[in-house]
């Protein structure tokens, strides 16, 4: 694995691929996810597509990185949306 840094401080103490945790009650939470819906207008079957959220994280300055674990999928839901 190449080795990463921090695009603000330059450190290498780079974590990938953290999970981002909504947390709304005790043991009970879920990955954040980014959505995009196919047919926003919809009042039932939006045709939701979601892919939970992944932070790259540096252990030196804080700085946070987000990323998606399967963008073809999210883009090819984007590019199917009904205006
Ligand atoms: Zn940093």
């Given at each position: 694995m190449a080795t990463m840094k921090c695009s603000r401080c330059g450190s290498e103490k780079i974590m990938t691929d953290l999970r981002i945790r909504d947390c709304?009650?005790?043991?009970?939470?879920?990955?954040?996810?980014v959505e995009v819906q196919r047919n926003p207008d919809a009042l039932i079957f939006k045709q939701a597509h979601r892919e939970s959220l992944r932070a790259t994280?540096?252990?030196?300055?804080?700085?946070?990185?987000?990323s998606v674990e399967n963008p073809q999928a999210l883009w090819k839901a984007y590019t199917e949306q009904k205006d």
């Open positions: 709304y009650d005790v043991g009970v939470g879920q990955d954040l996810q994280v540096c252990g030196e300055c804080g700085n946070v990185g987000l």
